[in-house]
């Protein structure tokens, strides 16, 4: 039902752009959000979560998987209020307000159906869902898909890649930091300074996906 | 706890940028000019000011249940108004700081503050505080700026400080994202070699 | 149930002021912020017309029956606005154009003459990465390369034309070319400028 209903709303896009959904486009926009411009590393969207939670690889997984939903949903609510309540009404300029309160209400349902309907996976994402309103990379996503014009079905699509994008940063951090728990490291660069050095190690390695987009 | 305390904690003490990693976003992405760091620092600054004054003057109002979401759009309020003003008469600031006005409302500084010190004092201690806590945090976006700018560039707040020869051949990776990464690494590590060398004094 | 009346009816009455403060504010700057865009583009037109002729010019928007829109794939359309001297002689045309770089849609205010030859340029809008792709908007860096080019012409030196791009930065620099490069044929393509001779 919800899939008919998406389909729906993608052909009716309200702002005139492309009606047709284009493979290609869609390709783009999926690699572009996973490796070119990678919300984390070149994006620097949801460095909170990518430096705390990224110490063990369960959790990371965990968070990503968290993340990658509460984007789509987040994407899904703030597209269509933005351009089927804001835009018609003139009211561009409560964006930000309104897709704050969106997110916010959106982490808190979430977290209140998982734990009534599914305790199981409660116990997997729930510790990690307060953390989600606060992610920037949430809101970064959604001011993005308005910023570059993207009709709903790109939207979510780019929130989809978004999140990957987020959760391989989050996960490879992880991975690594597992294994430099047991490196000999100079004192001085212990802990955060040692994450740090390591995403910008990650950083320059994403760097080289820049020639994929030409 | 007197005012100056209240001041200078955000700055030195409990800097929220250098020793409780908060906004980290922000700080990482604008800071590649001086320019940008200075024009994020005053955003961040005025939202700060204004919400820790407005939940500190109504904090025995607002009921607690709803706390956090009146804190979410008193802030949402304020970088709102921030971003109409800086479209209104920086635009070239607002074009480069981009999408990261926006992101204020979620920059954990802010809720932070209106939550850990702005609903437990009275009115004048918290709009200290958040003058003290944005300067701090713009003090280190320009420290961190300065260094990214000069070597990546070769200027400072936009003047040539090195000269054309180094402007055509810079140390690019500093103003890139992963210089970001890398400087802040080494900043951190400095600063974990003055606290013990601090430590190690006071033995 | 008082109790949940009392606390919705507080969250509702925050919510209403921030939106009426806010609907104030708005009213204010927005007519602000719509002058300062019209005004930024009108100097970039005085700034980028004074490539063509000095003195007085006038802007005329020309509506053109078949022009084609090179630029229907980020959303945007191509404008033309024809360029006179005050005498009435049509001196060249202005439009924009925009190109899909690395971070975003770059945007190009070109000046071409009645010869189909690019005169001025300038960046009106770009968030590319500063240091490299951002370096598009200082002139001498790249963008000085297209004065006195026709179309064919446009070509980076990578796709093996002439064009040094921008050190660090092909996929900025062939964006803002092919942009331009797509515009120029569109208006050729129209009868507005001459078509090259067998290039084409």
């Known amino acids: 039902m919800m899939n008919a209903m998406l389909m729906s709303l ?55 998987a968290a993340v990658v939903f509460v984007m789509v949903l987040a994407t899904l609510g703030s597209w269509l209020v933005f351009h089927h309540i804001l835009v018609p009404h003139g009211m561009e300029y409560l964006r930000t307000i309104t897709f704050i309160i969106i997110i916010a209400s959106l982490v808190q349902l979430v977290e209140m159906i998982l734990q009534k309907f599914s305790p199981a996976l409660y116990d997997a994402l729930g510790i990690f869902l307060p953390l989600i309103t606060t992610n920037c990379a949430i809101l970064g996503v959604a001011v993005l898909n308005i910023d570059d014009k993207f009709s709903l079905g790109y939207s979510l699509v780019n929130s989809v890649a978004a999140g990957i994008g987020f959760t391989l940063a989050l996960v490879l951090m992880a991975g690594l930091r597992e294994r430099m728990e047991t490196a000999n490291v100079p004192e001085a660069l212990r802990g955060l300074p040692l994450a740090f050095l390591i995403a910008g190690a990650m950083s320059i390695a994403f760097l080289g996906f820049a020639g994929l987009g030409g | ?106 920059n954990c500084i802010i809720l932070g503050r209106a939550e850990g010190f702005a609903n437990k004092n009275k009115v004048l201690p918290s709009i200290v505080d958040g003058i003290g806590m944005g300067l701090g945090f713009t003090l280190a976006m320009v420290t961190m700026a300065t260094f990214r700018e000069i070597l990546g560039n070769g200027s400072w ?32 590590g400095f600063f974990n070699i003055m606290e013990k060398r601090k430590r190690g004094g006071a033995k | 149930m008082g109790e949940i009346f009392k606390t919705g009816l507080m969250l509702m009455l925050v919510a209403v002021i921030a939106a009426v403060a806010l609907g104030y504010v708005n009213s204010i700057t927005s007519p602000i912020i719509a002058e300062q865009k019209e005004q930024a583009k009108l100097d970039a037109m005085i700034d980028v017309a004074g490539s063509l002729a000095t003195g007085d010019l006038l802007f005329d928007s020309l509506s053109v029956s078949g022009l084609a829109n090179p630029y229907a794939s980020v ?84 796709d093996g034309g002439d064009l040094d791009s921008i050190t660090g930065s092909t996929i900025t620099s062939r964006a803002v070319t092919e942009s331009v490069r797509d515009g120029l044929d569109a208006l050729s393509e129209a009868g507005i400028i001459p078509v090259e001779g067998g290039v084409q």
């Not at chain 2, 922000?26 to 320019?35: D, G, K, N, Y």
């Not at chain 2, 004054?53 to 249940?65: E, G, N, Q, T």
């Not at chain 2, 051949?169 to 970001?180: D, E, N, V």
């Not at chain 3, 071409?112 to 951002?134: D, K, R, S």
């Open chain 1, 10 to 64: 993608v052909i009716a896009a309200p702002d005139g752009g492309e009606p047709s959904f284009s493979i290609a486009k869609m390709m783009a926009i999926i690699v572009s959000a996973i490796f070119i411009n990678n919300y984390v590393l070149s994006r620097f969207l949801g460095i909170c979560p990518f430096l705390g939670v990224s110490k063990q690889l369960d959790s990371a997984v965990g968070m990503g």
């Open chain 2, 1 to 106: 706890m007197s005012l100056a305390q209240d001041f200078s904690r955000g700055i030195t003490k409990e800097n929220p940028v250098f020793k409780q990693a908060l906004g980290m976003c922000p700080f990482l992405a604008v800071t590649t000019s001086v320019e940008n760091a200075l024009g994020m620092g005053a955003a961040a600054t005025f939202v700060l000011v204004f919400s820790n004054f407005l939940v500190s003057l109504f904090r025995k109002v607002i009921p607690a249940k709803v706390r956090i979401p009146s804190y979410i759009v008193i802030i949402a309020t304020f970088v709102t108004l921030v971003d109409l003003l800086m479209n209104a008469y920086l635009p070239a600031l607002h074009s480069s700081l981009g999408i990261f006005i926006p992101l204020i409302v979620v």
């Open chain 2, 157 to 188: 707040l936009g003047f040539n400080l090195l000269g054309e020869a180094y402007q055509n051949q810079p140390l690019l990776i500093a103003i890139l994202a992963p210089g970001a990464f890398i400087l802040m690494a080494f900043i951190l």
């Open chain 3, 75 to 158: 959303d945007e359309t191509l404008g033309v606005v024809s360029v006179t001297d005050s005498a009435g002689t049509e001196l060249g045309y202005l439009f924009v154009a925009y190109g899909k770089g690395y971070s975003s849609t770059v945007q190009t205010m070109v000046a071409v003459n009645t010869a189909g030859t690019v005169t001025g340029n300038t960046v009106l809008y770009q968030q590319e990465t500063p240091g490299l792709g951002a370096n598009v908007s200082n002139p001498d860096k790249f963008l000085y390369q297209f004065d006195g080019l026709n179309a064919s012409a446009l070509l980076l030196s990578k």
